[in-house]
């Protein structure tokens, strides 16, 4: 298995924060593949994270073969990964009658040299910072998202309504789905942040870069992520990962 570089670091942290009484967002680290995937679960009794994981779980194992192919391939690739989780998914639901209308949301990410490749599905986040600019590279799959986009409302007051959490798209709805996917460079130095939206409801992207350029290593840039969600309210389970490319 092509390995991709040993110069990339990583930090993760997920955190059920300070309103909900359990943690339905789930993430993993392929880090001989240099591939990150996060899951953010809904639904259900239980079943959001029994979603969240399901769909990591699967997203990793159908990716991981895949991950050698060249990197042109590799935007395709995440996509059938999506949709490999939400048929796996949906399957689980089927299965088990406590599980039904549990779903949940997905992002990949993969680095390659000088680049970022990623798919997404939900409202779970992507960002490059760069040089003290946070630019995020993912767009909402939510109705409010498309509201901003159709200049109803400001990206402002999007944070602030009290439906942000209403998906356009997720996993484990419809038999089909389609991740939205993106291609960026990638410059040494370059920090990378994928999140759930227990973050980004509670901190806007000015506090975010704020902390992420306070931080010396990855896992304090990561803590202060964390912590500042929840001393912002905490109101749903936060995770972060980072990944610099050094
Ligand atoms: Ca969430």
Known sequence: MQS???TIRWAGLSHVGRQRPRNEDVFHVLEEQACA???DGMGGHRGGD???RIAVEQACAWLQPRL???AAMLAQRLCEAAE???LAVLAAAERERGLIGMGATLLLAVLRPGRLIYASVGDSRLYRFRSGGLAQLTRDHTMLQDLVDGGM????QARLAPFRGMLTRALGVMPGVEADAGEVDLCTGDLLLLCSDGL????DDDTIAGLLAEGDTLEEQAAALVQGANRAGGRDNITVVLARAD
């Open 4 to 6: 991709f570089s040993p």
């Open 37 to 39: 995937v996060l899951a």
């Open 50 to 52: 029994v979603a969240a």
């Open 68 to 70: 050698a192919d060249p």
């Open 84 to 86: 490999q989780a939400n």
């Open 153 to 156: 409302i400001t990206a402002e």
């Open 200 to 203: 980004t409801d509670m901190l």
